[in-house]
C-alpha cells in the first residue's frame, strides 16, 4: 500500500508542478491525523560528486501527505517556509551517501532493503485498517530496516516531521542491541 | 473513509519515559545556526498571551496583565537541567569541563567536587555562593583562586557535607543558545549519606541525569544501586550512561570494555544511549565511532531540549495557566454585569453585600489553613507510624533469616546490606504511592472548601446560584483547579497549576505523578560488620539479631527524613499556591468595586459586555494542550 503510494506520488502533477525535477522521495512514514492513517512523504536531493560514497544528501525540502489507502493529498509543504527550520541551509549538503549502517549494501542489495521497508510498512499500513496480521517480528524487521536505511544526518528532520513514528522505527536501538553491539 | 483501529498505534507502549532519538553520525540533527529557534507553535502562543496581557491593561486590570507577563516570562526563562552524577573522581567534573571546551571545573585524583554546582551562561564569568535556602552568599571572578570554593579541601573537618551550593556563569555560547544548566554533582560515595541526598535532591529538579562510569571500574554493584534507587527513582526523564577514562584501558580491550558495560546496563533494562567521554577516545575497530566523544554527548543533550513532549508540556503549562487568569476576569466581569443591571438600591447593596461578603471569605481562608495544617501533621504523623511498623516487620524478617542461616557472619557479610537496600526500595515504593493518594485526597478536600466558598459569594450577591450558570461557578473554582484526581488529566493539571514551571514539567514527564520517596538506601551497612566479624559462632546470631534490631529503625529513619520533609514540603506548597491566587482574586474584586463608583451604571453595563467580549475571543484563540 505505501509502495504504491509512493508511486504514485513520484507521478503526480503536484510533483511536476511544484517539485524540482532533481529532489527524490526520501523514506515515507505513516502518521495519523486527525484520526486517519496518512503518509508523509519526505522530498530531497542528492549530488553526486563522482566520489565512492562522497554523493552529498542535502536536507528535506518538500513533504507531501496523503491518507491511506484513498492517496488523498492533505498537505503539500515546502520546509523553506517553515519557521522550525529558519535556521537550516538548504543549500547545503548535511551529509554523505552511504552512510555508515549501509556501506556494505550494493546498489541492488539497498534497494531490496528499501523495497523490503515499505513493503513491511505497506502491511503495517494494512493492518491499521483491515484486519490483516502484524506480529512483533514484523515489528522487530520493519524498525531494523528503517532505522538502517535512514540518512543520520536527517534524523533531526524526520524526528520533527512525525516524532512519534521516528521514536519507534527510525531512531531504536543504535547503540544497544541484543548482544551489546552496534550494528553494522 | 476507511476506518483506522488505534488512532495511538505510533505512541510509546507502556511507561511514558520519552523515548529518546538517538545521535548516530556526525551532525546528525539538522544544521543549524543562530539561537535555538522557539517553536512555531510556541512563537504564536506567547503572542496570543501577550495580546492577551495588552487587552487586560487596556481594560483596566492590571494585576492579571501583569501575572501573564510573569507567566510568560517563567517560560522564556525556562533552562534545561542536566545533572551529572556518579561516584567520586568518575570524571564529571571533567566531562563538563570537556563540554564547555574550557577548564572551568576543579578536577583531580582525589574527591574534588564539594558543592553542587550550576553552571550556566552569562556573559562574563563568575562564580556565585549560595546559601542552602537559595539567597546568594557572595560572588567572585572565575579564576583558580575560586576553585578553592568548589573544592573539597576546604571541607569542614567534622566531615560533614557542606551546607548550599555554587553558581557558575560561563560564556559559552552554547550553553545560552540551548538554555542548558550542566549541574556537577560532587561523588555520591556509598557513606555520604548527607552528600547522597543533596544529590537525590537535585535529582529530583533536573531534566536529565548523564551516569558517568569508569571504565577502568565499571558499574560496581554499590554503582549499579545508585543508578537504580537513585537515577531511575527521580524519575528523570532523560538519561545517558557516559564512560569515562576509556583512555586508560589497553587499547586491544577497548571494544570489549564498552561490550562489558552495554550488555550490564542492557540486563539492567537500562536503555538509554551510552557515550565514551573525552575527544575522541582510540578505539581498536569503528565499532563504537558512532557514540565516541563528548561532542556526541553534546548533540544529545541538544536533541533532548528540542524534545517535542518537554515543547508540549511547557506550552500546555501556559496556556492552562494563561486560560486560568482570563476565567478570573472573566468571572469577575460577569459579576459587575449583573450588579450594573440592578437598579439603584439593589445596586448599592449587592455591592455592600459583596464587601461584607469578600471579609469573610478572608476569615474563612484562616479556617482552612489551619485545617490544611491540621491534615499536614496528620500525613506525617501516619508517615512516622508506617515506618515504626516497618522497621518492626522488617526487623523481624531479618532476624528470621539470621536464625535460618548457617553462618550468621556470612549472613552479614553477604546478604546484610543486599537485604536492607532491598527491603528499603520496597518500603520506599509502597510510601510514594501512598503519599501520593494522601496529598491527593487532601488537595480535593481544599478545593472543593474553596469552591463552595466562590459560590457562597456568588450566591450572596445573586440571590441564589441558580442564576449563574455553571460554567461560570465552575471557572472561579477552577482557577484553584485541584478536584477529581482520579482523571488523569486532572492531575496534569494539579502538576501544571499547583506547582512552579520546572516542576510542573518533571511531574508531567513522568506521568503525573509524584516521585517522592527516594529514599536514601546508603545506610552504613558497610560500618559496622567489622566488629561482628570476630564473634564466636553461637554468640554471632544473638549479636546479629541484636544489631539488626538496632540499627533498622535508625536505617530506616534517615533514609526516609528526607521524604518526610518533602511530604511536608508538598502541603506547604499547596497552600501557598492555593493562597497565591486567593489573594489575587480578592485583590481584583476590590479593584473592580472600586472603579465601578464613578461609571454610570449603562456606562459600565455597555464596558463590560464589550470587555467581556474581547476575553471571550481571546480564549478562544488559545489553544488548549
Ligand atoms: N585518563 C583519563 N583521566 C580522566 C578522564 N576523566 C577524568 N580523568 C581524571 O580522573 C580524575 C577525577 O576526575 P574528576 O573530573 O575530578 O572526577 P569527579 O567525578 O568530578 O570527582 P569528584 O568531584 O571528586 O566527585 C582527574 O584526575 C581527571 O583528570 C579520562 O577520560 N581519561
Ligand atoms: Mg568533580
Redesign the pocket.
Known amino acids: 500500500m505505501v509502495m504504491e503510494a509512493v508511486d504514485e506520488a513520484k507521478k503526480s502533477t503536484l510533483r511536476r508542478q511544484h517539485i524540482p525535477m532533481e529532489y527524490v522521495p526520501g523514506l515515507p512514514m505513516l502518521s495519523v491525523r486527525g484520526g486517519e492513517l496518512c503518509m508523509i512523504l519526505p522530498w530531497l536531493r542528492y549530488r553526486a560528486t563522482g566520489k565512492v560514497d562522497g554523493t552529498l544528501v542535502f536536507p528535506v525540502r518538500y513533504i507531501t501527505v496523503c491518507t491511506l489507502p484513498e492517496r488523498m493529498l492533505v498537505e503539500f509543504r515546502d520546509l523553506a517556509y517553515d519557521p522550525h527550520f529558519a535556521g537550516l541551509d538548504f543549500g547545503r549538503a548535511c551529509g554523505t551517501f552511504r552512510h555508515e549502517a549501509v556501506k556494505d549494501l550494493d546498489r541492488k542489495a539497498y534497494m531490496s532493503l528499501r523495497e523490503n521497508a515499505l513493503t513491511l510498512m505497506g502491511r503495517l499500513a494494512s493492518a491499521q485498517i483491515s484486519d490483516s496480521t502484524w506480529g512483533d517480528t514484523d515489528e522487530k524487521a520493519l524498525r531494523e530496516s528503517l532505522s538502517r536505511l535512514i540518512e543520520p544526518s536527517l534524523s533531526g528532520i524526520y524526528r520533527h516531521l512525525e516524532p512519534d513514528f521516528y521514536n519507534k522505527y527510525l531512531s531504536v536501538e543504535k547503540y544497544l542491541t541484543d548482544d551489546g553491539q552496534n550494528k553494522e | 473513509m476507511a476506518k483506522i483501529k488505534n488512532k495511538d498505534f505510533l505512541k510509546p507502549s507502556g511507561q511514558c519515559s520519552p523515548q529518546e532519538p538517538r545521535s548516530t553520525e556526525k551532525g546528525s540533527s539538522a544544521p543549524r545556526k543562530g539561537p535555538a529557534p522557539v517553536s512555531a507553535e510556541r512563537a504564536e502562543l506567547l503572542r496570543k498571551c501577550s495580546e492577551a496581557a495588552t487587552a487586560l491593561r487596556e481594560l483596566g486590570m492590571k494585576g492579571p496583565a501583569h501575572r501573564i507577563e510573569s507567566l510568560m516570562a517563567k517560560t522564556r526563562d525556562e533552562r534545561f537541567t542536566v545533572a551529572f552524577v ?1 561516584e ?7 566531562l563538563i569541563n570537556s563540554l564547555l571546551g574550557a577548564d572551568v571545573l576543579p ?3 582525589l ?3 564539594a558543592l553542587i554546582t550550576r553552571v550556566g551562561y552569562g556573559r562574563t564569568p563568575l562564580l556565585i555562593t549560595l546559601n542552602p535556602d537559595g539567597s546568594r552568599e557572595g560572588s567572585y571572578p572565575l579564576d583558580k583562586e575560586a576553585w578553592k570554593i568548589l573544592k573539597i579541601d576546604n571541607f569542614n573537618s567534622s566531615g560533614d557535607s557542606r551546607e548550599g551550593s555554587a553558581a557558575i556563569k560561563v560564556p559559552v555560547k552554547w550553553l545560552g543558545q540551548y538554555g542548558v544548566i550542566l549541574l556537577d554533582t ?2 555520591a560515595g556509598d557513606l555520604q549519606e548527607g552528600r547522597m541526598k543533596s544529590v537525590a535532591r537535585a535529582l529530583l529538579a533536573s531534566d536529565a541525569a548523564v551516569i ?1 562510569v569508569d571504565a577502568t571500574q565499571p558499574l560496581s554493584l554499590s554503582e549499579q544501586s545508585f543508578v537504580q534507587q537513585k537515577v531511575l527513582g527521580a524519575r528523570t526523564p532523560f538519561l545517558a550512561v557516559a564512560v ?2 576509556l ?2 584501558v589497553p587499547l586491544p580491550e577497548r571494544d570489549r570494555q564498552m561490550d562489558y558495560i552495554v550488555k550490564l546496563m542492557r540486563s539492567r533494562k537500562w536503555n538509554f544511549p551510552v557515550v565514551i ?2 575527544a575522541g577516545v582510540q578505539m581498536p575497530s569503528d565499532k563504537y565511532n558512532n557514540v565516541n566523544g563528548s561532542a556526541r554527548l553534546r548533540v544529545l543533550i541538544e536533541e533532548w531540549t528540542e524534545n517535542p513532549r518537554r515543547e508540549a508540556l511547557v506550552s500546555g503549562w501556559l496556556a492552562a495557566n494563561v486560560t486560568q487568569v482570563l476565567d478570573m476576569a472573566e468571572s469577575l466581569l460577569a459579576d459587575r454585569k449583573k450588579i450594573a443591571g440592578a437598579k439603584g438600591e439593589e445596586q448599592l447593596r449587592l455591592r455592600e453585600r459583596r464587601l461584607e461578603a469578600l471579609a469573610e471569605l478572608q476569615k474563612g481562608w484562616g479556617e482552612l489553613r489551619e485545617e490544611m495544617t491540621r491534615r499536614c501533621e496528620a500525613a506525617t504523623a501516619e508517615f512516622d507510624s508506617k515506618l515504626k511498623q516497618a522497621a518492626e516487620s522488617m526487623t523481624e524478617r531479618l532476624q528470621h533469616e539470621v536464625d535460618r542461616f548457617p553462618e550468621p557472619k556470612r549472613w552479614v557479610e553477604k546478604e546484610y546490606n543486599f537485604r536492607v537496600r532491598g527491603e528499603l526500595s520496597a518500603l520506599s515504593q509502597a510510601l510514594d504511592a501512598w503519599a501520593s493518594r494522601t496529598v491527593a485526597r487532601d488537595q480535593a478536600w481544599l478545593n472543593g472548601r474553596l469552591q463552595r466558598q466562590f459560590r457562597t459569594i456568588l450566591s450572596v450577591e445573586t440571590g441564589s446560584i441558580g442564576q449563574f450558570d455553571d460554567s461560570l461557578a465552575y471557572t472561579s473554582g477552577e482557577s484553584l483547579d485541584l478536584e477529581d484526581l482520579r482523571q488523569s488529566q486532572k492531575r496534569a493539571n494539579v502538576a501544571t497549576m499547583a506547582l512552579g514551571l520546572g516542576a510542573a514539567v518533571a511531574l508531567a514527564s513522568v506521568g503525573g505523578f509524584i516521585p517522592l520517596a527516594t529514599m536514601g538506601v546508603s545506610g552504613g551497612a558497610g560500618l559496622w560488620s567489622r566488629s561482628v566479624f570476630e564473634k564466636k559462632i553461637e554468640r554471632q546470631r544473638e549479636e546479629v539479631c541484636r544489631l539488626v534490631a538496632g540499627e533498622v529503625p535508625r536505617i530506616i529513619r534517615e533514609a526516609s527524613s528526607d521524604s518526610r520533609s518533602r511530604l511536608r514540603g508538598m502541603y506547604a506548597e499547596i497552600l501557598a499556591e492555593a493562597m497565591r491566587r486567593e489573594q489575587e482574586w480578592l485583590a481584583m474584586q476590590r479593584d473592580m468595586i472600586s472603579s465601578e463608583r464613578d461609571t454610570s451604571a449603562d456606562e459600565l453595563s455597555a464596558k463590560t459586555d464589550e470587555a467581556l467580549r474581547r476575553i471571550a475571543a481571546i480564549k478562544r484563540a488559545i489553544p488548549q494542550v
Not at chain 2, 567520586?88 to 571533567?94: A, D, E, I, L, N
Open positions: 556518579g567520586f573522581s568518575r570524571g564529571k567534573s571533567t578536577a583531580s585524583a574527591p574534588t567536587t560532587p561523588g558517568t569515562t577514562k583512555d586508560l567521554a573525552g
